[in-house]
Each structure stands twice: as structure tokens, then as C-alpha cells.
């Protein structure tokens, strides 16, 4: 009867227990990486788009302030401006943050006019 009952336990174990733990194994894996991918995703947009307004802050205080003062801030300097802040950008954009941009956003270029013009209207109001 015991040689039996262990027989029918490990039956059980084989079938049923091991395959169980490899999926729950599998599935916590895939969850695990989804949640690390998306903490890393968070945490690089929240570092490009600080980096995005340090660098319309940065322009407005060195640049446009100046201009705005003198009267000569035209929209040839606020092409200029532009310009200036989303090449400060992009230089201290890591290329992680650039591909996630790129990857999960679209094109970098459109993504970086849209922040700058953002952070302006947060500087104005």
C-alpha cells in the first residue's frame, strides 16, 4: 500500500507540481521584465524632459532675457532660441533615452519641438 501511495504521489509531482512551478516560474520572469522595463521607461522620460526644460530655462535666462530687455528678441532670434534649446538637449540626451523616445514616441525631432514648446508655456505662465 505505501509503494502505491508513493507511486501515485510521484505521479502527481511529475505531472502536475513540476510543470506548474516552470509556468509560475515563466510568468513571474515576464512580469518581472515588464516592470523593470517600465520603471526604466519612467525613469528616462522624466530625465528627458527635465533635461528639455533645464534647457529652455538655460536659454531664456542667457538668450532670450537679454533680448527681450533690448527689444531685438524678433522671430529670427526665436528660431535662433529654439534652435540653441533643442541642441542643448539633444546633447544631454543619453542615446537610451533617445531610442526609448524614438521607440515608444516617434520621431525624436517632433517629440523635442513638442517639449520645448511646452516648457515655454509652463515658463510663461
Known sequence: ???ILLNVLATVVTCIIL???SFL???LTQ???TKIKND???ALMEKATQIV???VRCVFQSYV???KKSGGFDQKAQIYAFNLAK???LKQLGDDAKNYISENYGDLQDWLKTEIEASINKLKN
Open 1 to 3: 500500500m505505501n509503494q
Open 19 to 21: 510543470p506548474l512551478i
Open 25 to 27: 516560474g515563466l510568468k
Open 31 to 33: 512580469w518581472l521584465n
Open 40 to 42: 526604466k521607461g519612467k
Open 53 to 55: 526644460l533645464d534647457s
Open 65 to 67: 532675457e537679454a533680448l
Open 87 to 89: 541642441d542643448t538637449a
